[in-house]
């Protein structure tokens, strides 16, 4: 079984973004599966690095659906966005610098970021979108 588990509670009601989100979590699930049996460094950091590239796009797209429909929230949202990337980046860095190693401590972090970016930030902006029209 994997680190996250998908559940309704998470749907933010617009069908890409849930789609996204399943993703992340699989992207979490094998990244934490991959850590579990003992995979080297070069598999580690292949799926470290396509979160990373994952996690930017699907930034990217709920920025821009934030602008098209003038979301009130979009400044400090993204100001969040950049500082998840920025950290889940320099975690990346160090993993393949040496420094650090996958740790649980560390896919907790990246279970607790998702799962609350998630509950607490994207949910905020389930019913602004509805109300646009978006599903």
Not at 45 to 66: P, Q, W
Not at 86 to 99: L, M, P
Request: cysteine-free.
């Amino acid at each position: 079984m994997g680190l996250i588990r998908w559940e309704d509670r998470f749907s933010v009601k617009i069908s890409k973004f849930d789609q996204q989100h399943q993703q992340l979590v699989g992207l979490i699930n094998q990244l934490y599966e991959a850590m579990k049996v003992g995979k080297g460094q070069v598999e580690l950091g292949k799926i470290l690095e396509e979160l990373v590239d994952y996690t930017r796009k699907h930034f990217a797209s709920e920025e821009a659906l934030m602008l098209k429909h003038a979301y009130p929230q979009y400044a400090e949202h993204k100001a969040s966005h950049d500082r998840l990337t920025q950290q889940v980046i320099e975690f990346k860095n160090q993993y393949h610098a040496g420094k650090i190693g996958l740790s649980i401590q560390m896919m907790n972090f990246l279970k607790e970021w998702l799962v609350n970016h998630i509950l607490d930030e994207d949910k905020a902006y389930s019913t602004f979108f509805e109300a646009k029209g978006e599903k």
